[in-house]
């Protein structure tokens, strides 16, 4: 999901010490910075793109770090969005 971006002067949003800090490492240079992404919407991402690559359930919930039951319950709640012509936020 591509995410809109908007510029802000860093002066106006960021507080005076974290500003001189950030411009002793990125004077004049355009930062992005990434929204954070819940934990649980992080898993679901990991989960469906490791089972696209045809990894097994196994090896989705060790390299996610998660259990097998919940990367099932993710695949299960994806396939069930699927049919309902629907996408999870």
Do not use: F
Not at 14 to 36: D, F, I, M, N
Not at 76 to 81: M, N
């Amino acid at each position: 999901m591509k995410q809109s971006m908007s510029c802000r002067n860093a002066a106006q949003v960021l507080p005076k010490p974290l500003l001189r800090e950030v411009q002793r490492y990125a004077a004049g240079v355009s930062l992005c910075v990434p929204v954070v992404t819940p934990r649980a919407q992080q898993h679901r991402m990991q989960v469906l793109a490791l089972r696209a690559q045809g990894l097994k359930i196994r090896e989705i919930a060790t390299e996610v770090e998660i259990s097998q039951r919940q990367v099932k319950s993710i695949l299960h709640r994806d396939r069930h969005e699927a049919q309902q012509g629907r996408t999870l936020k």
